[in-house]
């Protein structure tokens, strides 16, 4: 009994001075190199304000850009086995099928071979002509669906890191949703802007061909009933229809885009348009850094830098093609159109913003465009659904009502338990200090956020916590009213309490777990506190009270502990 007490004691004593440790710098200050300064509870957004959002992933279109990119490496791919594939497009308003063309009809069966050994995720779903169809596999195409989702969550993640805000939460909401909450954030309005940039960088070539561009788009707009701007019309959307309603007018593998003209604030107020062709190669993927720097004439602009497969790109692109115009375009808008006087090795180029507006406007948005181009492109358009903001003032006040609503609840179990169990609620309520220690240094380690719900958790872990004492504390009268003497009454009490206790805090922690995993943001805070309390509450009932009681029988010699 001696040498297994004191390991037992050893455990509580070890396991104190860890919580202590760990829950530390929340309340000591320390240096940013300090191996403790990450180890700190973080505070939800309903705590210390911020931004609520909501926003829903374009997961159709990604498809189709995805399944297109597919479809064109499938066709040069075919072209080096020798094989007379020439053209592949999308079915119109399928997401995932597509049709080959190809000029050789003997080649039916060598070019069937090749898309069944080479591209097991399309299937070969008619064969008409020299055309074959194909569509993606259900499962490559759910696949693609959550790695889209993926892609835009760690992408936004990364931009919030570049933004500055601390502790953000971003997680996916069903199957085609991002939740984001962002504590602590003072500039919601350039956060949403940065969020949302898509931040997708190509380089253009200016296609040479004679096209009245002014007049296709007037008429496309005449015939269409619609202009950029008119009844909310957004620019990606007009992009999107105009170049739909144009494709049969345009040469092939081109589509038209807009740069502002010089000393206009948006497109709307002027606009130049490009024809643009679509098959360069060479985008936002292969760059490695983008950076701020200043013009000839101390004007803000991005400077770009290749990694040095890009930059390989990039020379070939700029050496084969001197003389013509290579467009530089971030989110279907061209910033700059420069002829190509000749080869551009060293892998640099840059965008620059245009006039027309003051220094600190043009500085916002290359600050802006340099961000999101280091944290990386996003896979897919996104759309807010919903945003909320909550005032640091308004969590204040909350989590001061959590937190005195606690405060009252322990007191009044504190009072009960003295009062009704004397000794052994004494040693009870220590249990609880004891647990709700523990419970911080649980939601620490595992890099939870303290939201409000959250605190409700801790207080009903209290009770909870409680109520395994006072199943102990019966079971150790009911022995003590048989007849047992004092030691055997509390060896049987823990020992007969034992599997009522594991079994309700069992079923418990399995409801708290489809909490955390079906629920989200407030619900799932909920859920995980109440389980580490749960977990946290058997330790201090089963083994920390357990332990000093026998330390007082057996160490101390103490013959009876009033109950």
């Known amino acids: 009994m001696s040498s297994g007490l004191n390991a037992r004691i050893a455990t509580i004593v070890l396991v104190f001075l860890v919580c202590l440790l760990i829950i530390s710098p929340n309340f000591i200050s320390f240096s940013k190199d300090h191996f403790l300064s990450k180890s700190k509870l973080r505070y939800g957004l309903d705590i210390q304000g911020g931004i609520h959002l909501v926003m829903g992933v374009d997961v159709n279109e990604a498809l189709r850009q995805n399944l297109l990119r597919t479809g064109e490496g499938l066709v040069r791919h075919a072209k080096t086995e020798a094989l007379s594939a020439t053209d592949i497009k999308l079915k119109t308003g399928s997401t995932n099928e597509m049709v080959l063309t190809y000029t050789k009809a003997e080649e039916k069966g060598a070019i069937t071979d090749f898309i069944t050994k080479y591209y097991s995720n399309l299937f070969i779903t008619d064969s008409e002509g020299q055309t074959i169809s194909l569509q993606s596999s259900d499962v490559y195409t759910e696949q693609t669906k959550k790695e889209v989702v993926d892609q835009a969550i760690e992408t936004i993640r990364n931009r919030i890191d570049e933004f500055g805000v601390s502790e953000p939460s971003i997680t996916a909401q069903g199957s085609d949703r991002i939740l984001m909450q962002l504590p602590g954030i003072d500039d919601a309005a350039r956060a949403k802007e940065l969020i949302n940039k898509t931040a997708r960088l190509e380089f253009m070539l200016v296609d040479n061909t004679e096209v009245n561009l002014p007049a296709l788009i007037q008429d496309a707009e005449k015939a269409g009933n619609y202009k950029l701007g008119q009844n909310g019309l957004k620019y990606s959307e007009y992009i999107r229809r105009l170049n739909a309603d144009l494709a049969s007018k345009l040469p092939p593998k081109t589509h038209i885009l807009f740069g502002k003209q010089e000393n206009v604030e948006s497109l709307e107020m002027g606009r130049i348009p490009y024809l643009l062709r679509s098959d360069t190669g060479l985008g936002g993927d292969s760059l490695r850094n983008a950076r701020i720097s200043t013009g000839e004439f101390n004007e803000p602009e991005v400077n770009l830098t290749f990694n040095p497969e890009g930059a390989q790109k990039f020379a070939d692109l700029t050496g084969n093609n001197i003389g013509r115009q290579l467009a530089i375009v971030l989110d279907d808008m061209v910033y700059s159109a420069p002829s190509l006087q000749g080869r551009i090795p060293d892998g640099n180029a840059r965008i620059t913003l245009g006039g027309g507006r003051d220094y600190n406007q043009m500085f916002e948005e290359a600050k802006t465009i340099s961000m999101a181009l280091r944290a990386g492109a996003l896979p897919a358009r996104l759309e807010q659904l919903e945003e909320r903001t909550v005032g640091p003032s308004l969590g204040a006040d909350s989590i001061s009502a959590g937190l005195k609503a606690s405060y009252i609840g322990a007191a009044l179990i504190f009072i009960f338990m003295i009062f009704y169990y004397r000794t052994f609620g004494l040693l009870a309520c220590f249990g609880l200090c004891v647990n709700i220690l523990m419970l911080l240094t649980g939601l620490t380690m595992i890099d939870a956020t303290l939201t409000l719900p959250g605190i409700a958790g801790i207080a009903l872990t209290l009770g909870i916590a409680v109520d395994a004492n006072v199943i102990i504390n019966e079971r ?28 309700s805090n069992i079923t418990t922690i399995a409801t708290c777990l489809v909490l955390i995993y079906f629920g989200s943001g407030p619900v799932r805070g909920f859920g ?36």
């Open 528 to 563: 995980v506190t109440l389980t580490v309390g749960l977990i946290t509450s058997m330790f201090t009932a089963i083994f920390f009270t357990r332990t000093i009681v026998d330390t007082l029988l057996y160490k101390f010699k103490v013959n009876k502990i009033s109950i």
């Open 476 to 503: 150790i009268k009911e022995e003590l009213a048989r007849g047992a003497n004092f030691q055997a009454a509390v060896r049987e009490g823990y020992e007969k309490a034992f599997s009522a206790i594991m079994d």
